[in-house]
């Protein structure tokens, strides 16, 4: 049987049209699958059933991982893992194959999601995010990802309050002081000294 991504991708549009797959699911796979695999050249003849999934997907991230929000890099990576593993398991036993829900969390062995609905009201996340000039120089300043030397660090500031600082990468001690300093004029009990 051919375990090349190419037929990964077909394998999930079949799927997805005959019904073996809820045609969302299988498009959504597919497309996760296609977009990380895509960082080698001639893509669509890497053979699945060879490849080191791990190593791999450490590739895409320290590649492309700086385009997206960290909960898009972990669902990236669940998608992705979960495409290949359905993918060879369909190819063990073509004929037979069905799909089944995992027990517990997906068959990557990541853990399940939480269920935001459970969370009680008083408890949802404030964010606040600080940019740094470069972003907003690029012309972007929509709080894009696909800054290559920027990196955002969330901050937990207090309970129910979380900051994203985007920060340059190379980030030096006097830039940290001068930050440190600036938000210190800005916090609601500042005095100042002189």
């Given at each position: 049987m051919d375990t090349t991504s190419r037929s990964m991708i077909e394998f999930f549009e079949k799927a997805g049209n005959s019904g073996r797959l809820k045609p969302s699911m299988a498009s959504t796979l597919a497309a996760a699958?296609?977009?990380?695999?895509?960082?080698?050249?001639?893509?669509?003849?890497?053979?699945?059933?060879?490849?080191?999934?791990?190593?791999?997907?450490?590739?895409f991230r320290n590649l492309r991982g700086l385009e997206?929000?960290?909960?898009?890099?972990?669902?990236?990576?669940?998608?992705?893992?979960?495409?290949?593993?359905?993918?060879?398991?369909?190819?063990?036993?073509?004929?037979?194959?069905?799909?089944?829900?995992?027990?517990?969390g997906s068959r990557n062995g990541t853990p399940p999601r939480k269920d935001s609905s459970k969370r009680p009201a008083q408890k949802r996340t404030v964010e606040t995010t600080i940019d740094s000039d470069a972003e907003h120089a690029s012309g972007?300043?929509?709080?894009?990802?696909?800054?290559?030397?920027?990196?955002?660090?969330?901050?937990?500031?207090?309970?129910?309050c979380i900051v994203r600082l985007r920060l340059p990468v190379d980030l030096k001690i006097a830039e940290v002081e001068r930050l440190a300093a600036f938000m210190r004029t800005i916090a609601a009990d500042f005095t100042s000294n002189n």
């Open positions: 699958a296609k977009r990380v695999l895509q960082i080698e050249g001639g893509w669509e003849q890497i053979d699945i059933s060879q490849l080191d999934v791990e190593e791999f997907w450490d590739r997206y929000k960290q909960d898009s890099i972990i669902e990236y990576e669940r998608r992705f893992k979960r495409a290949v593993g359905m993918f060879l398991d369909y190819t063990r036993n073509p004929a037979t194959w069905r799909y089944s829900e995992p027990p517990s972007t300043g929509n709080g894009a990802q696909a800054q290559g030397n920027m990196v955002e660090y969330p901050f937990p500031l207090r309970e129910g």
